[in-house]
């Protein structure tokens, strides 16, 4: 049989997900995050940390989405693999931190799995990559706390327990451009009031500099 007369793969419409966690032996980050909450939390007791991946995936078959589970989710003698309800039923008591790239945000991790699937399988899913920071021997205080520390909310946010069960969510339109109309033709007593408005780090010589600038290409400054 040729090449040619194969079928080719094709998006299968299943989602399937699996929660990667370091062993506790093999878990540097773990040990990070303690030396955080005992120096800049005041942590004293015994605390158990657990840290991870949740992958959710789109578009592969169970047999695939299996067959992967060594090559592309986990390292077998490192990882230990669960399942949803098997992850909830072991963490739930404590709240778990779920940092993840927020709508929009590009996610290495994510597309790595995605392009390692595709050279597996041949087609291309949709991968999900949400982090898990399940600590246990803390307080609420302390744990939301950490949790404004580990996630950085100009480009990720806190994910949901509960696993996707429809497309991605839609990335809002970005508002408009704006621009200083009239910048080119600012007075001096204008351009004080913009910069100190703009709250920008430049002197009148810094803006008459750029005043000439735009007008030589014959727009004014977007912000």
Sequence with gaps: MSLSTLAAPEFV???HACYVLKKPEHDPKAKHI?????RQLGVTGP??????YRYQVHGLGRADFDASMGTVFAEHPINDVLS?????AAFDHCDPILPEADAGQFDITAESAAQCLQLQHGIKPDVQMTQIVAVEGISPQQRETLQRLLINPVDSRQG???LAT????KIPEPPPVRTIEGFRTLDAGARKTLSKDQKLAMND????KLQEHFSAEGRDPTV
């Design 34 to 38: 303690e030396g955080m909450l005992r």
């Design 160 to 162: 949901s327990r509960n």
């Design 84 to 88: 949803h309800d098997e992850f909830r």
């Design 205 to 208: 010589v810094d803006l008459v």
């Design 166 to 169: 429809g497309p991605r969510e």
């Design 47 to 52: 605390v158990t940390i657990r840290t991870g």
């Design 13 to 15: 419409d299943e989602r």
